[in-house]
């Protein structure tokens, strides 16, 4: 890490796709309210050039919106689980048709490379294909026998929560803004989103096409604004919130949720562990390990922050590891050139620049980066590698949230798991290793939500099928899987009782009716009825 950072040059102005026309974006911003007349200056990130005045919520606003939002899902509910399916089929095709003019705008208002904006894109297929295939089985009324066999029944019923309100974060607007709300939508709910200010512009279009794909005017409603403006009035209008950011931001909307008695799924920050056992393939470890902890430039809640490497194999993969980091080609392009992009805006990048001078400044080393980089944009910043980082440095415990990973040495195994296991958070964790049962058994005993096997983070977020969340202070709840879509609903137990036969019978005394009612139930559990 150089005393000063280099000296700026003037960045090459990178050519702004065609496709983002001030028109477009007018029309885009044009669906967020905005009557008391404030804006939010929403610019490229790389280069800090005004894209759009993007309007910002009032609370009267918000609750024009909520209110709108309801009357629009009366009707969306009263349809069938079917009909709503047929939207997201034709959204199915537009969205992958239109990932190009998507990725353009994520890049441009976010800073992200071409790659992770290109796959991003593909998150809400990937979602909507999964729900395609299980919403008609997981919505389905589910009927029992109820207390009384063949006598009495209770059904499951799935009901919609109503209003849906999602705050989504700036790292992956599009993925979470809206992946989120499809199995909502799913459900029969209406959804009322909360971009962050600085990466609106890729929800907006979402919901766009999805109204272009069928969806009713007026279900898919959007606020814009500063999280403690809009916040409270958000949450106290919907009757579920689905939340994706910071733990102390968690903790609030959790609070206020509690207040308010409605339930929320909240999928917080993380420190997230990789293990990398003695039998690893250092060829594809370190190949996994650049792209755990650099890719979408370290701005990923699952992304590695902490590496534990064998004693036995250490020197050679953080040799490796350095020599493949500084490989790394550093732009702010819109093309497949660039291996990282920008950080999301300046503040962001002085945050991470002061984990990495916090750390120096306590006894750390830098083996590579550490620096800012204004000669590229405004927010870039070195992917860094660490050395020497302990708990008592911001690097050491606090999500850094950037291209910043700091490596460990352990002797064995147990204390590698110790290690990983030494923070409050518990988001999502890696190992790596050719001994697979051995690599579970490591996996089994780490405290995470997630843990993945020989990758970083991709095959378990990918895997739509399977529920995925935290545990300790990175969440509560879980997004995916059939827990995805029925979190948005509630239970209602519609129970049939055919004959009155719960009681003594007329003449009967209650001695006997309940000698009865014992050996009834000895009998069926006998029998296995109940």
């Not at 272009?212 to 898919?220: D, E, H, S, V």
Request: charged letters at 20%; proline letters at 6%.
């Amino acid at each position: 890490m150089t005393a000063t950072d280099p000296t700026p040059l003037a960045p090459a102005a990178p050519v702004r796709p065609a496709t983002l026309t001030s028109d477009f974006l007018q029309r885009l911003v044009a669906r967020v309210p905005g009557s008391g007349g404030a804006t939010w200056s929403l610019t490229e990130v790389y280069t800090g050039e005004t894209l759009v005045e993007l309007p910002q919520s009032t609370p009267a606003d918000i609750e024009a919106a909520f209110a709108a939002a309801r009357e629009a899902q009366v009707a969306w509910a009263a349809r069938s689980v079917a009909e709503r399916l047929e939207v997201f089929k034709r959204a199915h095709t537009m969205f992958v048709d239109n990932a190009h003019l998507t990725a353009d705008l994520i890049q441009a208002e976010s800073g992200k490379n071409r790659r992770m904006a290109i796959e991003e894109t593909c998150d809400p297929p990937m979602v909507m294909s999964y729900y395609l295939k299980r919403a008609k089985q997981v919505l389905a009324p589910v009927k029992r026998g109820g207390p009384v066999p063949f006598l009495s029944t209770s059904t499951e019923i799935r009901v919609p929560k109503g209003v849906v309100g999602i705050i989504a974060p700036w790292n992956f607007p599009f993925a979470t803004g809206i992946s989120d709300a499809i199995p909502a939508l799913i459900a029969g709910n209406a959804v009322v989103v909360k971009p962050d200010n600085k990466t609106a512009l890729s929800p907006l279009w979402g919901i766009e096409m999805l109204e272009r794909a069928g969806l009713p005017k007026g279900l898919f409603q959007v606020v814009c604004g500063e999280g403690p403006d809009v916040g409270p009035t958000l949450i106290d209008n919907a009757d579920y919130i689905m939340f994706t950011g910071s733990t102390a931001t968690g903790r609030v909307i959790g609070e206020r949720a509690g207040r308010n008695l409605i339930s929320c799924c909240l999928e917080l920050g993380g420190k997230n562990p990789m293990i990398v056992l003695p039998d690893a393939d250092l060829d594809e470890t370190v190949k996994g390990a650049v792209w755990a902890a650099f890719a979408n430039t370290g701005q990923i809640c699952m992304h590695i922050e902490r590496m534990y490497i064998h004693d036995s194999i250490y020197d050679d993969f953080k040799r490796r590891f350095v020599a493949a980091a500084e490989s790394l080609q550093i732009g702010a392009s819109y093309d497949f050139g660039p291996d990282l992009g920008s950080l999301v805006s300046v503040d962001h990048r002085d945050r991470v620049a002061s984990h990495v001078e916090d750390a120096v400044a306590k006894g750390a080393t830098v083996l590579t980066g550490g620096n800012k980089r204004p000669d590229i944009g405004p927010a870039f910043f070195e992917p860094t590698i660490l050395e020497g980082v302990t708990n008592d440095m911001l690097a050491g415990s606090l999500e850094t949230f950037g291209p910043v990973v700091a490596l460990h040495r352990y002797a064995t195994i147990d204390e590698a798991v110790a290690l990983a296991n030494d923070t409050e958070y518990g988001l999502n964790a890696s190992v790596w290793g050719t001994d697979l049962e051995q690599a579970e058994r490591v996996a089994h005993r780490i405290h995470s939500g997630n843990v993945n096997i020989n990758d970083a983070l991709a095959t378990a977020y990918a895997s739509k099928g399977t529920p995925s969340g935290g545990v300790k202070q990175s969440g509560v709840g879980a997004r995916h899987g059939d827990q995805g879509l029925s979190k948005y609903t509630d239970v209602k137990n519609m129970a049939v009782l055919k004959k009155q036969v719960m009681g003594a019978r007329e003449g009967q005394s209650y001695d006997d009716y309940v000698k009865q009612m014992l050996s009834s139930l000895k009998l069926m559990r006998k029998l296995r009825v109940r």
